[in-house]
């Protein structure tokens, strides 16, 4: 065992200890560090993060994550102690879509029904009917009555792939993520030619072109069921490499490739640099010192919580 390796392992065991010790729990997103992941007590994709932070007993959650995830954490749980390792991971698409510019689009169109991906900031939640993750969105969509228009925020790219799938139209934010959006369609078909077996699976942040030609596309968690169930044993994956961590350890018999991005010649992967902002020692930091708190006005969290609720009715 190397140095960083024992001295890795030593921090994972001193945050195993601490959190035991504060009846705290880790609930951390497949896009974070693998030795984040190691110590959590339950990974997930939104949806489930939320669910899992939902049902807790615990008195702290930590959130590795991005600053939403912790965010809809706490207005899930607005007595408990929710800390996020560096306040500063944010996410692109949810900071696309200024609460501001948001609402004057709002008012010109009052009588569209607002679905919001849950990739924006607790304001934008206040100011939407319901929320959705990118393993519910279809059926969020379907939920609607048929007459009534809709606003789609923020994501542009989940959102064609929406009106695609329910043939509904919709309104839609410009926003979009800058790591789902850096795949190369023309390398991906030339890893393709390599690899003419593989399947394709894709986040459905994802442009549209990528889309087009991916055999499945889902949320995280549906793209890890897709590979453990197919019979299929190689796949080019579509989304942050973080998952690769634990598709592989699902399925250590199977190649999983991650699809390349356009600017990237050295690396051939994507990584969400807000996701990567959380790193084991500052996860046990925030977690010794219980200061990097995610605070919410009461009345921001009331409010959020209404459409956050409906999605979880219907989840
Ligand atoms: P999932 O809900 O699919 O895990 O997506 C979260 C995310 O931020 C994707 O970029
Ligand atoms: Fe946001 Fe994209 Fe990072 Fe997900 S991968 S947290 S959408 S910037």
């Known amino acids: 065992m190397t140095v960083a390796t024992l001295n890795q392992t030593s921090l994972q065991e001193k945050v195993t200890q601490l959190k035991e010790k504060k009846n705290a729990v880790i609930l951390a997103h497949y896009y974070q560090e693998p030795e984040i992941q190691e110590v959590a007590d339950f990974i997930g994709d939104s949806l489930e993060l939320a669910k899992k932070a939902a049902q807790t007993s615990a008195d702290i959650i930590v959130f590795a994550g991005v600053h939403f995830m912790a965010e809809t954490a706490k207005i899930l749980n607005p007595s408990k102690k929710v800390l996020l390792p560096d306040l500063k991971a944010g ?71 929406l009106m695609e799938k329910t043939g509904r139209k919709m309104l839609l934010w410009d926003g979009a993520c800058i790591v789902h959006e850096a795949f190369s369609l023309d390398k991906l078909l030339e890893l393709y030619k390599e690899h003419p077996s593989a399947q394709i699976i894709a986040h459905p942040e994802s442009e549209t072109h990528i889309l087009k030609v991916a055999n499945y596309v889902g949320s995280t968690s549906g793209m890890l069921n897709y590979v453990k169930s197919s019979e299929k044993d190689t796949f080019i994956v579509a989304t942050e490499a973080g998952i ?6 699902d399925v250590p018999w199977k190649t999983l490739i991650p699809a390349p991005a356009k600017e990237d010649n050295t690396c051939a992967c994507s990584e969400c640099a807000f996701m990567k902002m959380n790193t084991l020692q500052k996860l046990y930091n925030c977690l010794e010192k219980e200061d990097l708190e995610i605070i919410l006005s009461q009345d921001l969290m009331e409010k959020a919580l209404v459409p956050i609720e409906r999605m979880l009715k219907l989840s």
């Not at 609402?103 to 900031?121: A, F, G, Q």
């Not at 228009?149 to 923020?154: D, S, V, Y």
């Not at 690769?244 to 350890?249: A, D, S, T, V």
């Open 91 to 161: 996410c692109s698409l949810a900071d696309s879509c200024p609460p501001d510019a948001f609402r004057e689009l709002k008012k010109r169109y009052p009588d569209h029904v607002v679905v919001t991906y849950i990739n924006c900031s607790a304001e934008i939640k206040t100011l939407s009917d319901i929320v959705c993750t990118s393993s519910n969105a279809e059926r969020i969509i379907n939920s609607i009555p048929q007459d009534k228009p809709i606003i789609f925020a923020p994501d542009k790219n989940l959102g064609k792939y």
């Open 244 to 249: 690769l961590h634990q598709m592989q350890k």
